[in-house]
């Protein structure tokens, strides 16, 4: 499976954009890059997902970088809410034998009031 | 609210024991994927169900086992349990078998804490 690289944790302050980097340097033509997070005492939800270009939904935008090895979460206004653990998860669209996700250890995000 | 539910949220028990989580999944979901979080394995994938089939596995240990109903809720049975196995099980649910599509998307529950003392 290829791997992603995030950093362990990062801080923001309140009403602030943030940028999330996660690094994929093996990601292969067919990896799609999820984003999930999982808000304290609470199970993983899913924030935003892209292939190449970048996205946007009402959570957060993707920006994907053109060689695919890298991509960034941008929370473009950081609520305490949005405090939580990012991961960043590579999922092959080919349709295999099943479709785990694929866990790292993400980064914690706080935020400041 | 996922509309994935898990049952119980909170379970305590002891060491050689057998206890039995219980998931339902979103509405017409086919899919049940099981996965554990502890302290110092973080989120790990254990065993996924589709449409009553196993379809993939994880690290799930031997003492494990899980299995999907006709109704498509999903029981994952532990036995033997041990103090590392203590430790939060999620369930997640999606429409699909598997892939990186929107509709691939993986709903999780609030998960079942398990404590063996």
């Known amino acids: 499976d290829a791997k992603t690289t995030q950093p362990n944790s990062m801080e923001s302050n309140e009403e602030e954009p943030v940028h999330l980097p996660c690094n994929h340097s093996?990601?292969?033509?067919?990896?799609?890059i999820h984003w999930y997070r999982q808000l304290p005492s609470q199970g993983p939800e899913y924030v935003i997902h892209g292939l190449t270009s970048n996205v946007n939904n009402r959570m957060a935008s993707l920006a994907i970088a053109e060689d695919r090895k890298s991509s960034t979460l941008i929370l473009h206004r950081a609520t305490l809410r949005d405090a939580a653990v990012y991961y960043c998860?590579?999922?092959?669209?080919?349709?295999?034998?099943?479709?785990?996700?694929?866990f790292g250890t993400g980064t914690r995000l706080a935020v400041r009031p | 609210d996922s509309g994935v539910t898990q049952t119980p949220k909170h379970l305590i028990t002891a060491t050689g024991q057998r206890v039995t989580l219980r998931c339902s999944p979103r509405s017409g979901d086919l899919s049940v994927y099981w996965y554990q979080q502890s302290l110092d394995q973080g989120l790990q994938f254990l065993i996924q169900y589709y449409n009553g089939e196993e379809r993939a596995k994880g690290n799930i240990l031997e003492r494990f086992s899980a299995q999907q109903f006709p109704d498509l809720h999903s029981e994952l049975n532990l036995s033997s349990l041990e103090l590392g196995d203590s430790a939060l099980y999620f369930c997640?649910?999606?429409?699909?078998?598997?892939?990186?599509?929107?509709?691939?998307?993986?709903?999780f529950g609030p998960g079942t804490r398990l404590t063996v003392l």
């Open positions: 093996t990601i292969s033509g067919t990896d799609y």
């Open positions: 998860i590579l999922r092959d669209k080919k349709k295999s034998s099943g479709d785990k996700l694929t």
């Open positions: 997640a649910s999606s429409a699909s078998r598997g892939g990186g599509r929107i509709e691939d998307t993986q709903y």
